[in-house]
């Protein structure tokens, strides 16, 4: 092998792009002054597409493999700069590399209410969110309307514009589903596949699809919200007898819990209640009979307070309220006097306890004799 040969094969390029980001979907492979040796080596690997701009004008795409860039393959370029079959000379070109794989979760929702007609609320404003994936269907149209010269496309830059495109068709299915607020959780999947389908010519001039998309969630406002809960707990009331045994029958099974015992003793007023009508009634289907009802006994008085009397360290009593009153006619008792009855906090003086009324009124001296 010549010298020739051997400088010739170290000029020879190799083009290729690993790509060590999550959110890349173009990027320009750069090259001082885009000039390529003929013969150079690409290296286009799985999701992945190369495409070549030659002049501003899209040339050939190359989908994964490796090739040799010689006239045979850029049938393109080659018809565009009329080379030969013998050309070998260096070519200036841009190659963009297409992330051809599935950009996942991005996220779409609803940025103002949707008003639809409910078939049983009437009038009804929901929101709704959820996540879609977008792919490169067809690389040279993405580059032709999207990407243009852009040297490095993210996904965040075309996600804005498709979020537009969902939500709009989205409202558009969702009124014209039919469908009642109550069943959308349960069409959510048919909601999104025919979403989906509705943009699908859109993404097609984009030269994208939308292989995933999904409606997590659609919910009303507040107030309505609050109005369904409201109406769930009166629908709920529509079983309270059933619940009320149902507990009834749980606190009886329960004899030591104070609900076993209250219910328990309503029982028994119950069959009591029974047992009178039962006897009213008469035997043997016999006319009832008058019943005088019985009058219950008056409750017994209460018990009177009994005092004792402490004089210079001398107990006496005990004396009845009606006693101490006359002590107090007779001067044997007064204000300053220390007695005690039972449930009092020791020796306190008269006029410290109840009988402090006897000497409210003083009586007028006695008459003279």
Request: no cysteine.
């Given at each position: 092998?010549?010298?020739?040969?051997?400088?010739?094969?170290?000029?020879?390029?190799?083009?290729?792009?690993?790509?060590?980001?999550?959110?890349?979907?173009?990027?320009?492979?750069?090259?001082?002054?885009?000039?390529?040796?003929?013969?150079?080596?690409?290296?286009?690997?799985?999701?992945?597409?190369?495409?070549?701009?030659?002049?501003?004008?899209?040339?050939?795409?190359?989908?994964?493999?490796?090739?040799?860039?010689?006239?045979?393959?850029?049938?393109?370029?080659?018809?565009?700069?009329?080379?030969?079959?013998?050309?070998?000379?260096?070519?200036?070109?841009?190659?963009?590399?297409?992330?051809?794989?599935?950009?996942?979760?991005?996220?779409?929702?609803?940025?103002?209410?949707?008003?639809?007609?409910?078939?049983?609320?009437?009038?009804?404003?929901?929101?709704?969110?959820?996540?879609?994936?977008?792919?490169?269907?067809?690389?040279?149209?993405?580059?032709?309307?999207?990407?243009?010269?852009?040297?490095?496309?993210?996904?965040?830059?075309?996600?804005?514009?498709?979020?537009?495109?969902?939500?709009?068709?989205?409202?558009?299915?969702?009124?014209?589903?039919?469908?009642?607020?109550?069943?959308?959780?349960?069409?959510?999947k048919?909601?999104?596949?025919?979403?989906?389908k509705?943009?699908?010519?859109?993404?097609?001039?984009?030269?994208?699809?939308?292989?995933?998309?999904?409606?997590?969630?659609?919910?009303?406002?507040?107030?309505?919200?609050?109005?369904?809960?409201d109406?769930?707990s009166?629908?709920?009331?529509?079983?309270?007898d059933?619940?009320?045994?149902?507990?009834?029958?749980?606190?009886?099974?329960?004899?030591?819990?104070?609900?076993?015992?209250?219910?328990?003793?309503g029982?028994?007023?119950?069959?009591?209640?029974?047992?009178?009508?039962?006897?009213?009634s008469?035997?043997?289907?016999?006319?009832?009979?008058?019943?005088?009802?019985?009058?219950?006994?008056?409750?017994?008085?209460?018990?009177?307070?009994?005092?004792?009397?402490?004089?210079?360290?001398?107990?006496?009593?005990?004396?009845?309220?009606?006693?101490?009153?006359?002590?107090?006619?007779?001067?044997?008792?007064?204000?300053?006097?220390?007695?005690?009855?039972?449930?009092?906090?020791?020796?306190?003086?008269?006029?410290?306890?109840?009988?402090?009324?006897?000497?409210?009124?003083?009586?007028?001296?006695?008459?003279?004799?």
């Amino acid at each position: 092998m010549g010298i020739l040969d051997f400088l010739s094969g170290q000029f020879i390029d190799v083009i290729q792009w690993t790509d060590e980001t999550r959110d890349t979907m173009v990027w320009r492979f750069e090259r001082q002054g885009h000039e390529i040796k003929y013969g150079a080596k690409l290296t286009v690997r799985e999701g992945q597409a190369a495409v070549f701009v030659h002049e501003g004008q899209l040339a050939d795409v190359f989908t994964p493999g490796m090739y040799m860039l010689e006239t045979n393959n850029m049938p393109i370029m080659t018809s565009l700069q009329h080379w030969d079959h013998g050309f070998q000379s260096p070519f200036k070109s841009e190659i963009y590399f297409i992330n051809t794989t599935r950009f996942t979760d991005l996220k779409w929702g609803t940025k103002n209410p949707i008003m639809l007609r409910d078939p049983e609320f009437g009038p009804i404003r929901l929101r709704a969110y959820g996540t879609y994936a977008i792919k490169v269907s067809d690389p040279a149209v993405f580059m032709r309307e999207i990407v243009g010269t852009d040297g490095e496309f993210t996904a965040d830059e075309i996600s804005f514009q498709i979020r537009n495109v969902i939500v709009q068709e989205f409202s558009r299915a969702l009124a014209a589903s039919g469908i009642p607020a109550l069943d959308m959780a349960a069409n959510t999947k048919d909601l999104g596949a025919l979403v989906a389908k509705a943009i699908d010519a859109t993404m097609i001039a984009y030269g994208l699809s939308i292989p995933e998309l999904y409606v997590e969630n659609i919910s009303l406002p507040e107030a309505v919200e609050k109005a369904l809960d409201d109406r769930t707990s009166r629908g709920i009331a529509g079983n309270l007898d059933e619940h009320m045994k149902w507990k009834a029958a749980e606190a009886m099974a329960q004899p030591g819990s104070a609900a076993g015992q209250a219910m328990g003793m309503g029982m028994g007023a119950g069959l009591g209640m029974q047992m009178g009508n039962m006897v009213q009634s008469g035997p043997w289907g016999q006319a009832p009979q008058p019943v005088t009802p019985a009058v219950a006994p008056p409750p017994p008085p209460p018990s009177e307070h009994v005092w004792h009397i402490a004089v210079a360290g001398q107990v006496t009593g005990p004396f009845s309220k009606a006693a101490m009153g006359r002590k107090v006619t007779e001067g044997a008792l007064n204000r300053d006097t220390m007695i005690w009855t039972q449930g009092q906090d020791g020796w306190k003086q008269a006029v410290d306890t109840e009988l402090a009324q006897l000497f409210t009124v003083m009586p007028p001296p006695p008459p003279a004799g």
